[in-house]
């Protein structure tokens, strides 16, 4: 009896240490948010990292497990740093996400003091990167350099870093610099001290106040003594972009990458074969050109041609164009030089300046036949279609491989079968991804993004419900007439609503 009931002791025992091991192991150390709990979380927080996903999003699938490993090291760290998500595509969560305006997942935000401080994760997306990034993003936006030995670790050589020096840690400058750097903390790094002797380079008997940029690159530090906000701001951001941005298969470069493009400059990027035989020679004539046109608003970037495959499909670039040289204006134009020879890149980018370069329209191919419901709209074929048709026109802007795209396809079907008998109304979709779009008419950040356009011209943005009901309602209560020969616009009528409720009828027989 004895021997019995300690086999079943035995078994209970090894029962819970199995269910225990099954726990911990299924344990999420990220916290799932949605409607009825994100406020509350949030308000509970100082510091919290969230991300809006959607289930279907492969990137978002790509970061879950790297996410979770982040998330575990955290929950351990004194005081723990919570990681978030929330479901941002699911309908009763919608209203968060557009609080929060996102445009795509997985968009990662940061949180502080409950909510009232809202930043935008640009770190790592791995869990080491994950770790020390919000880490750091959880200490004090500026740390203090008080010998040379922390100097050596702030600085370093392989990173960007903002160090003001100052004859106190008070005064108008150091609120300045310290505003600063709690406003930029998220993409830049910031350190502060009384005694520049502690830094590596630069002037070390300077007293202050000055703001001392280090970078691994061109001049390796560089001073400005300006501390009004829009100037300081601009000389950090400005001074953190290589005189010449290196697009390549080095991580380290990376950074300076993703900055270049997010500066508001005119963009100048040439694409060439790295291992070419005339790869030197471009490089070094291109860099000369930089140099002259520094501080005019002009930013350059050198890119190999074998690691700029994403870039050659956003700009619609060719392999047989190379070596090529693309810039693409605030404005979204751009202008493109191909098969540039080293003796032409200074005159062409001088036309370019002087207004003598013509733009260069992204655009695939106009259909031979367009037959379908759904009118395929490019580039080349946009004037036609919605701007010079004299039509009423529902566009739609997608990409290829959107999910919520795909899903609303055979809607677009039916309210465009919907629509087949009245010559006024064209039902069209763009592929924005491979089709330049005129940004002064259409904001597209999202896919799909839908605008309707009347017949009179008159640009306005569908932010209704996607169904079938709800487009024929709204391309109804907007529709206009054509303008007639005389110059005169008639008002809106029902009786294309008469004939589309017929042919809806029709629809459903």
């Given at each position: 009896m004895?021997?019995?009931s300690?086999a079943?002791f035995s078994?209970l025992v090894?029962?819970l240490?199995?269910?225990?091991?099954?726990s911990?192991?299924?344990?999420?150390f990220?916290l799932t948010?949605?409607?009825?709990n994100?406020?509350?979380?949030?308000?509970?927080?100082d510091?919290?990292v969230?991300?809006?996903?959607a289930?279907?999003?492969?990137?978002?699938?790509k970061l879950?497990?790297?996410?979770e490993k982040?998330?575990?090291?955290?929950s351990?760290h004194?005081?723990?740093?919570?990681?978030?998500?929330i479901?941002?595509?699911q309908?009763?969560n919608?209203?968060?996400?557009n609080?929060?305006k996102?445009?795509?997942?997985?968009?990662m935000?940061?949180?502080r003091?409950?909510?009232?401080?809202?930043?935008?994760?640009?770190g790592?997306?791995e869990?080491d990167?994950?770790?020390t990034y919000?880490?750091?993003q959880?200490?004090p936006?500026?740390v203090?350099?008080k010998?040379a030995?922390?100097?050596a670790?702030?600085?370093?050589?392989?990173?960007?870093?903002?160090?003001?020096?100052f004859p106190?840690?008070?005064g108008?400058?150091?609120?300045s610099?310290?505003?600063?750097?709690?406003?930029l903390?998220?993409?830049?790094?910031?350190a502060?001290?009384?005694?520049?002797?502690?830094?590596?380079?630069g002037?070390s008997?300077?007293?202050?106040p000055?703001?001392?940029?280090?970078?691994?690159f061109?001049?390796?530090?560089?001073d400005s003594?300006?501390f009004?906000?829009?100037?300081?701001e601009?000389?950090?951001?400005?001074?953190?972009?290589?005189?010449?941005?290196v697009?390549?298969?080095?991580p380290n470069?990376h950074?300076?990458?993703?900055?270049?493009?997010?500066?508001?400059?005119t963009?100048?990027?040439?694409?060439?074969?790295?291992t070419?035989a005339?790869?030197?020679?471009?490089?070094?004539?291109?860099?000369?050109v930089?140099?002259s046109?520094?501080g005019q608003?002009?930013?350059?970037?050198?890119?190999?041609a074998e690691?700029s495959?994403?870039?050659?499909?956003?700009?619609?670039?060719?392999?047989?164009?190379?070596?090529?040289?693309?810039?693409?204006?605030p404005?979204?134009?751009k202008?493109?030089?191909?098969n540039?020879?080293?003796?032409?890149?200074?005159?062409?980018?001088?036309d370019?300046?002087?207004g003598?370069?013509?733009?260069?329209?992204?655009?695939?191919?106009?259909p031979a036949?367009?037959?379908?419901p759904?009118?395929?709209?490019?580039?080349?074929s946009?004037?036609?279609?919605?701007?010079?048709?004299g039509k009423?026109?529902l566009?739609?802007f997608?990409?290829?491989w959107?999910g919520?795209?795909q899903?609303?396809a055979?809607i677009l079907?039916e309210?465009?079968l919907?629509f087949?008998n009245?010559?006024?109304v064209?039902?069209a979709k763009?592929?924005?991804?491979?089709n330049?779009?005129p940004?002064?008419t259409?904001?597209v950040?999202?896919?799909?993004?839908?605008?309707?356009r009347?017949?009179?011209?008159?640009?306005?943005v569908?932010?209704?419900?996607?169904?079938k009901?709800?487009?024929?309602k709204?391309v109804?209560k907007?529709?206009?007439?054509?303008a007639?020969?005389?110059?005169?616009?008639?008002t809106?009528t029902?009786?294309?609503?008469?004939t589309?409720e017929e042919?809806?009828a029709?629809?459903?027989?």
């Open positions: 004895a021997i019995k300690l079943w078994i090894l029962s240490f199995a269910s225990s091991i099954r911990e192991q299924t344990k999420e990220v948010l949605d409607h009825s994100f406020t509350d979380t949030i308000n509970k927080h510091f919290i969230v991300e809006f996903y289930p279907w999003c492969g990137h978002c699938q879950a497990p790297e996410y982040a998330a575990s090291e955290l351990s004194n005081p723990p740093l919570a990681l978030a998500k479901d941002a595509s309908e009763a919608k209203g968060i996400a609080e929060y996102i445009q795509g997942f997985p968009t935000k940061i949180l003091n409950g909510g009232k401080t809202i930043q935008d994760y640009n790592p997306r869990a990167g994950i770790v919000v880490k750091k959880s200490g936006a500026s203090e350099i010998s030995d922390v100097a670790e702030v600085v370093g050589d392989k990173s960007v870093v903002a160090v003001g020096v106190k840690l008070s108008e400058e150091f609120d610099f310290m505003a600063l750097a709690e406003k903390r998220a993409d830049y790094d910031f502060h001290t009384l005694d520049a002797k502690h830094l590596p380079r002037d008997s300077v007293q202050g000055v703001v001392r940029l280090f970078k691994p061109d001049e390796l530090f560089v003594k300006d009004n906000g829009e100037a300081l601009k000389f950090v951001k400005e001074s953190s972009i290589p005189l010449v941005t697009f390549d298969s080095d470069n950074p300076y990458v993703a900055k270049f493009f997010e500066s508001p400059a963009k100048a990027m040439m694409f060439v074969n790295f070419g005339t790869a030197e020679s471009l490089k070094s004539k291109y860099r000369e930089a140099t046109n520094k608003d002009l930013a350059f970037l050198v890119g190999d690691s495959q994403g870039a050659f499909q956003y700009f619609g670039l060719e392999e047989s164009q190379v070596p090529l040289i693309i810039i693409q204006t404005d979204s134009k202008y493109l030089k191909a540039v020879e080293v003796d032409q890149i200074e005159s062409w980018i001088k370019f300046k002087d003598k370069v013509a733009a260069h329209k992204k655009s695939q191919p106009i036949e367009n037959n379908e759904v009118k395929v709209v490019v580039a080349e946009l004037d036609d279609i919605v701007f010079k048709s009423n026109v566009i739609e997608y990409a290829p959107c919520h795209c899903k609303l055979p079907d309210v465009a919907s087949q009245d010559p006024s064209i039902i763009l592929d924005a991804t491979a330049d779009i940004s002064d259409f904001d950040k999202g896919f799909p993004t839908i605008y309707f009347s017949a009179s011209g008159n640009v306005i569908y932010e209704g419900d996607r169904t009901e709800d487009f024929i709204f109804e907007n529709s206009e007439k054509k007639t020969s005389h110059g005169e616009e008639s809106k029902e009786e294309p609503k008469k589309t042919a809806a029709k629809d459903e027989l």
